[in-house]
């Protein structure tokens, strides 16, 4: 299994947009929103160094805020994480950088010979209220032409338009090309969670059964706080640690190997929904977003520390008995 390290390297934005679950926003370069070049490439050798002890590949994923508005920390992260033998190196952006033609293919002709592939575009009715769709088209063709792989990332609402008619505005530009859609459920958190009315939100019919995907994910804020997966919601239940108080391999080893986050990958945070109820907790059976929705309100339950303990224990029992052919 390959190895993902996702570098939040910047908490500002160039807008500020009703969903963002960051709350991003702001112009001003502030140090401690940023992350250090430095911190950058060091995280970069680290994961390289586990990599090389585990025989496996890595990738590296630059995301924001806006980590455009940061160029120079991410052309030089990205020529680092090639130098060290990424297999893919992606970053996401609104694209507000194509407003200007010339520049634009200046900027991704760059960052394309530092080694970046793959670039995730954040397009729905949000973003386009900040970001002309000119400049969207703009930084789209752009990255189309100099070859490199493109997603389009698009968050909706029941009030908003869906992906299939949000990619309309791109008019013929995708015919014929392989990329990658995602379309995202609104989630009430950060920002959402005062700007968006609960009844706008997409909520599913029964509670989601399946693991958490998350895999072997190591997220680093500019802070140095370091989680296991880049879902919603980031509880303290899912914080690893800190970069500047921790040992890396520590904070990997606990990724991989804390019996909570095998669990999550395993079974999946529903698996926790029988022990809340048997200990007379109450838990919404008709009402989620999305499996991180679910994991959320599961890790940020008032009960949930009580029934850690016996949950973690059925869990182990029950994979033990699976390993000496039991069940």
């Known amino acids: 299994m390959t190895i993902q390290l996702g570098l939040l390297i910047t908490e500002r934005c160039n807008i500020a947009c009703n969903h963002c679950i960051f709350s991003a926003t702001g112009e001003s370069r502030d140090e401690a929103k940023t992350m250090l070049i430095d911190d950058i490439c060091q995280y970069i050798d680290r994961i390289a ?16 805020g806006e980590p455009f508005l940061c160029f120079q920390e991410l052309l030089e992260g990205i020529q680092h994480a090639k130098r060290m033998g990424a297999y893919k190196i992606s970053t996401v952006t609104n694209g507000f950088w194509g407003s200007n033609k010339e520049d634009a293919f200046r900027k991704i002709a760059i960052l394309k010979q530092a080694g970046l592939t793959d ?10 209220v900040h970001i002309p769709i000119s400049s969207l088209i703009n930084a789209v063709s752009i990255c189309k032409e ?31 090309q392989k990329v990658m859609v995602e379309e995202i459920p609104c989630v009430p958190e950060g920002r959402a969670k ?5 009844k706008d939100l997409l909520y599913y019919p029964g509670m989601p059964a399946k693991p958490c995907f998350m895999g072997m994910m190591l997220i680093i804020l500019p802070n140095g706080d370091t989680y296991p997966c880049c879902g ?14 921790t040992n890396f391999d520590t904070l990997y ?13 395993e079974k999946g945070p529903h698996y926790f929904a029988p022990y809340l109820e048997a200990n007379g907790y109450s838990i919404d059976h ?15 339950h008032q009960e949930f520390d009580k029934v850690l303990p016996s949950v973690l224990h059925d869990w182990r029992v029950e994979r033990v008995n699976k390993m000496l052919g039991s069940c």
Request: hydrophobic share 40%; charged share 20%.
């Open 49 to 64: 160094n586990i990599t090389v002890r585990e025989n496996t590949q890595f990738s590296v994923g630059f995301t924001g």
């Open 232 to 245: 919603t919601g980031w509880s303290q239940q899912l914080l690893l640690g800190n970069t500047k108080e």
């Open 286 to 300: 008709n009402q989620y977003i999305n499996n991180c929705d679910l994991c959320h309100k599961v890790l940020t």
């Open 119 to 128: 670039i995730s575009f954040s397009m729905d009715d949000f973003h386009q």
């Open 146 to 176: 100099l070859d490199i792989v493109i997603t389009i990332k698009t968050v909706v609402t029941k009030r908003s338009r869906r992906l299939a008619e949000v990619l309309h505005d791109l008019g013929d530009l995708l015919l014929g």
């Open 194 to 198: 005062f700007l968006i009315p609960p």
């Open 253 to 265: 080893d606990k990724m991989k190997e804390q019996p909570l986050f095998m669990l999550l990958r």
